[in-house]
């Protein structure tokens, strides 16, 4: 029976061996923006999924390989934005405003030639989800909210201080002492950052031993934190009138369900998912039901025609 299990744990990564997977870059005015894709074009809807942060890398969703998974029938796009990750080529004083993340993925939409998408915007990625698609309603064919930033920062419902009294001061012990480098007082907050996100200690011990460099740029951070302050895309989410998920962590205290439970009963006919083994991190701590529970909601919608080949510079990965 072990060894019958032990199998089955494993058929899911050998399956993905076979996913095609392509890394590009998109050249813009601003900045040559590197994704990377999984699958391939064809009959299902492509999925672009937006990674949170500011100011990290995608590489914090690659920690397993629920993606590849997710591509077995479709196209799966991810991208770094403009100044994280593989995508630093940026422009001097280019701007890190909400317009320029909806010109940068909507660049990326349009050099894979896909006319109807779907978005799941993750954490602060969902904040770029829907300013994109209050923005380009045309292209949307389903919305994924996963544990998503509330449309504006002031209504986030945010808990970890509450909640982490001891790691909080820990992390404040740990910046004084770094004081006079603040890059790698940065990095130390980080790490101590993602010790907060998880439901399952296990869980969060097994991600932060793999989880390598997160690609993460204090300066890109704080230059959106800045540039979105004042943003607030609330009143857009009433006119959204296409298929809206929203998945959160029934533990997640960085974004806690409130906000979650908000938007889905701000957005006309969304549907709201709660996962109740996860915490910030759903598609880390419970993959299995994260991917029954998106495969189901986009298996109804196919593309028409199928999608055309990608037409920027990519090469295999």
Same mark, same amino acid.
């Given at each position: ?87 630093? $080529? =940026?422009? @001097? ?5 909400? %317009? !320029?993340?909806?010109?940068? /993925?909507? +660049? ?53 201080? $509450? =909640?982490? @009294? ?5 992390? %404040? !012990?740990?910046?004084?002492? /770094?004081? +006079? ?137």
């Amino acid at each position: 029976m072990r060894k019958f299990l032990l199998a089955l744990t494993i058929l899911p990564t050998l399956l993905c061996a076979e996913v095609p997977h392509r890394l590009g870059s998109v050249h813009t005015p601003d900045v040559d923006l590197s994704y990377e894709t999984f699958g391939s074009p064809g009959a299902e809807i492509p999925l672009i999924a937006v990674n949170g942060g500011p100011g990290l890398s995608h590489a914090y969703m690659m920690q397993n390989d629920l993606w590849q998974r997710a591509a077995a029938h479709r196209l799966v796009v991810l991208y770094d934005q403009r100044g994280t990750g593989a995508s630093k $080529q =940026v422009q @001097p004083h280019a701007p890190q405003s909400m %317009d !320029a993340q909806i010109a940068d /993925l909507d +660049a990326i939409r349009n050099a894979l030639s896909l006319d109807r998408i779907a978005v799941l915007g993750d954490s602060y990625g969902g904040m770029i989800a829907m300013a994109y698609a209050a923005a380009h309603p045309e292209h949307i064919s389903r919305l994924i909210l996963s544990d998503s930033a509330a449309p504006s920062w002031k209504a986030m419902v945010h808990l970890l201080p $509450q =909640v982490f @009294p001891d790691r909080e001061e820990q992390g %404040d !012990a740990e910046a004084k002492k /770094l004081a +006079a480098d603040p890059e790698g007082a940065a990095q130390a907050g980080l790490v101590n950052h993602m010790r907060m996100l998880f439901y399952s200690a296990d869980m969060r011990d097994a991600y932060l031993s793999h989880m390598g460099d997160l690609g993460f740029v204090p300066a890109v951070g704080r230059a959106v934190e800045q540039a979105t302050e004042n943003l607030d895309l609330t009143p857009k989410l009433a006119g959204f009138h296409f298929p809206t998920l929203v998945m959160t962590g029934r533990y997640d205290m960085n974004v806690a369900p409130l906000t979650a439970w908000r938007m889905a009963h701000t957005i006309p006919g969304a549907k709201i998912v709660f996962f109740e083994k996860s915490g910030h991190l759903p598609a880390y701590e419970e993959p299995e039901k994260y991917l029954n529970v998106l495969e189901t909601f986009l298996a109804t919608d196919k593309t028409t025609p199928a999608a055309k080949a990608p037409k920027a510079t990519a090469h295999s990965g």
